[in-house]
């Protein structure tokens, strides 16, 4: 009886440590059984508390009337799966008659405080049936990916959603993205993020990074094209859309359509081209885009409008030639001038780290989904790397990618070196590897060494 007690209070505080130290190992442990025990057990209580019964209907009662029956109670949504997952529990649910998913979704927070559990959501997965996802624990505090995901040709998991699902960045659902967030809200990290998972798949990386080439410099073995000041960005963009035209003339060259060509052959972008003659798509990755359109001078005024106008004509045409823009930047608003509306409305794909204010929110989502707008003001700076994402169907979720250092970044780049390849257009913008020469003397100076 003693060893039993023992070994119980052992169990007991290893339980209790990991749930404190490891959440995500408690939950594969001990807290997914206890959970699913727990919805099952109270579930009936819980959704007749939650308001989420219907009373039994006639012919029940007139059953029960007719067979001298006690009279039926009313009945909760009927369970039609029960699912653990790494981060909680999928609970598929058959709505009654006079439910809608509406209920069940205003009812989440409820439900999450009735099942104790970390989050719930909801959403409707045809009429008559909704998912409700509950995660266990806090799964944007520490964010581990899982190890097999649903990868795809130009679609790679980049963060973890508070759902527990991932978010993926399909470039071919969603070709241009923008993503904004103050200063030290995480945009470098989430890009870097993109970067490692692009690196293995098939496509040239182009990066733009103003910043003297901070971020994006070290990860250039895997970089065809790289430019670190505007002037250099403006000859790099226009090259990008010198390859768009090669790139559609060979399209034109490819489609040769005659009667007898079936419908589905007939190319209009560069997937629909037979693999071996397939132009290699082009991912431009644009960090710091404000520092492109800011200007001091005439010229610069000059350099800052071709600049623009390429990035807007890469955002209008770039889809069929397989050019998706990923833009990063702290604002990106109608204060910097003229054009830059209307390249954000062809950003399809949005992300908003945390931002200082609300008019820099409203220029990623004010105007394609407003609730997100405070959601993104909300996220606190003890927690950088957490952003809102949302898309043009108006639907929004809180994300957060993995802590990827730029070692990390760096050496998954490096692996993947021998996949860069070699666009003839951008070869004077290819990356000189190597290390760079030391400058003869520090242009800054070093903090003084203390005894
Ligand atoms: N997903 C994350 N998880 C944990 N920490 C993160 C995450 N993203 C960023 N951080 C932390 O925040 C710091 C700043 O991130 P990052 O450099 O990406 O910010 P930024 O938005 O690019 O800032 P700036 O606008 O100044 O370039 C990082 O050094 C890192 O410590
Ligand atoms: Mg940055």
Same mark, same amino acid.
């Given at each position: 009886?003693?060893?039993?007690?023992?070994?119980?209070?052992?169990?007991?505080?290893?339980?209790?440590?990991?749930?404190?130290?490891?959440?995500?190992?408690?939950?594969?442990?001990?807290?997914?059984?206890?959970?699913?025990?727990?919805?099952?057990?109270?579930?009936?209580?819980?959704?007749?508390?939650?308001?989420?019964?219907? !009373?039994?209907?006639?012919?029940?009662?007139?059953?029960?009337?007719?067979?001298?029956?006690?009279? !039926?109670?009313?009945?909760? !949504?009927?369970?039609?799966?029960?699912?653990?997952?790494?981060?909680?529990?999928?609970?598929?649910?058959?709505?009654?008659?006079?439910?809608?998913?509406?209920?069940?979704?205003?009812?989440?927070?409820?439900?999450?405080?009735?099942?104790?559990?970390?989050?719930?959501?909801?959403?409707?997965?045809?009429?008559?049936?909704?998912?409700?996802?509950?995660?266990?624990?806090?799964?944007?505090?520490?964010?581990?990916?899982?190890?097999?995901?649903?990868?795809?040709?130009?679609?790679?998991?980049?963060?973890?959603?508070?759902?527990?699902?991932?978010?993926?960045?399909?470039?071919?659902?969603?070709?241009?993205?923008?993503?904004?967030?103050?200063?030290?809200?995480?945009? %470098?990290?989430?890009?870097?993020?993109?970067?490692?998972?692009?690196?293995?798949?098939?496509?040239?990386?182009?990066?733009?990074?103003?910043?003297?080439?901070?971020?994006?410099?070290?990860?250039?073995?895997?970089?065809?094209?790289?430019?670190?000041?505007?002037?250099?960005?403006?000859?790099?963009?226009?090259?990008?859309?010198?390859?768009?035209?090669?790139?559609?003339?060979?399209?034109?060259?490819?489609?040769?359509?005659?009667?007898?060509?079936?419908?589905?052959?007939?190319?209009?972008?560069?997937? %629909?081209?037979?693999?071996?003659?397939?132009?290699?798509?082009?991912?431009?990755?644009?960090?710091?885009?404000?520092?492109?359109?800011?200007?001091?001078?005439?010229?610069?005024?000059?350099?800052?409008?071709?600049?623009?106008?390429?990035?807007?004509?890469?955002?209008?045409?770039?889809?069929?030639?397989?050019?998706?823009?990923?833009?990063?930047?702290?604002?990106?608003?109608?204060?910097?001038?003229?054009?830059?509306?209307?390249?954000?409305?062809?950003?399809?794909?949005?992300?908003?780290?945390?931002?200082?204010?609300?008019?820099?929110?409203?220029?990623?989502?004010?105007?394609?989904?407003?609730?997100?707008?405070?959601?993104?003001?909300?996220?606190?700076?003890?927690?950088?790397?957490?952003?809102?994402?949302?898309?043009?169907?108006?639907?929004?979720?809180?994300?957060?990618?993995?802590?990827?250092?730029?070692?990390?970044?760096?050496?998954?780049?490096?692996?993947?070196?021998?996949?860069?390849?070699?666009? !003839?257009?951008?070869?004077?913008?290819?990356?000189?590897?190597?290390?760079?020469?030391?400058?003869?003397?520090?242009?800054?100076?070093?903090?003084?060494?203390?005894?």
């Amino acid at each position: 009886m003693t060893w039993f007690m023992v070994a119980l209070v052992v169990v007991v505080a290893a339980a209790g440590l990991l749930r404190w130290r490891r959440p995500a190992w408690y939950w594969l442990t001990f807290g997914a059984s206890l959970a699913m025990l727990r919805v099952l057990v109270r579930y009936g209580s819980v959704m007749d508390a939650c308001g989420l019964t219907v !009373p039994p209907s006639r012919w029940r009662l007139a059953v029960a009337r007719a067979t001298n029956r006690p009279v !039926p109670g009313p009945r909760a !949504p009927r369970i039609l799966r029960i699912r653990p997952t790494r981060t909680g529990l999928v609970l598929r649910l058959g709505l009654r008659p006079g439910q809608d998913a509406f209920d069940v979704a205003a009812s989440c927070d409820r439900l999450r405080h009735s099942f104790a559990m970390y989050g719930v959501t909801s959403r409707e997965l045809r009429s008559g049936v909704v998912e409700v996802r509950m995660t266990g624990y806090d799964v944007l505090k520490r964010v581990q990916m899982p190890a097999s995901t649903d990868a795809g040709p130009m679609r790679v998991p980049v963060a973890l959603r508070e759902d527990g699902s991932v978010h993926y960045r399909d470039y071919r659902a969603v070709p241009h993205a923008l993503t904004l967030g103050a200063t030290e809200s995480g945009k %470098s990290v989430y890009q870097r993020n993109l970067v490692a998972g692009l690196a293995p798949l098939d496509v040239a990386l182009v990066g733009i990074d103003c910043k003297q080439g901070v971020e994006l410099f070290p990860l250039a073995r895997r970089f065809s094209a790289l430019a670190d000041n505007p002037d250099a960005a403006a000859d790099l963009l226009d090259a990008l859309v010198a390859h768009m035209e090669d790139v559609y003339q060979l399209i034109r060259a490819e489609q040769r359509i005659t009667a007898d060509v079936p419908d589905a052959e007939i190319a209009a972008d560069i997937w %629909s081209l037979p693999a071996k003659l397939r132009p290699v798509p082009v991912v431009v990755l644009v960090d710091e885009v404000a520092e492109l359109a800011l200007y001091a001078s005439k010229e610069e005024e000059k350099r800052r409008d071709r600049i623009i106008t390429a990035l807007a004509r890469l955002a209008q045409l770039g889809r069929a030639a397989g050019i998706y823009l990923e833009i990063c930047g702290q604002r990106f608003g109608s204060e910097l001038g003229k054009g830059i509306t209307m390249l954000r409305a062809q950003l399809t794909g949005r992300t908003a780290h945390r931002v200082n204010d609300e008019s820099s929110a409203n220029m990623a989502f004010g105007d394609i989904a407003p609730d997100a707008v405070l959601a993104a003001i909300q996220i606190p700076t003890d927690m950088p790397g957490v952003a809102i994402t949302g898309d043009s169907t108006g639907g929004w979720a809180r994300i957060r990618a993995p802590h990827t250092s730029l070692r990390q970044a760096v050496n998954t780049c490096n692996r993947h070196a021998n996949r860069t390849p070699d666009l !003839p257009a951008l070869a004077p913008f290819r990356p000189v590897l190597g290390i760079p020469a030391p400058a003869d003397a520090p242009a800054v100076e070093s903090i003084p060494a203390t005894a």
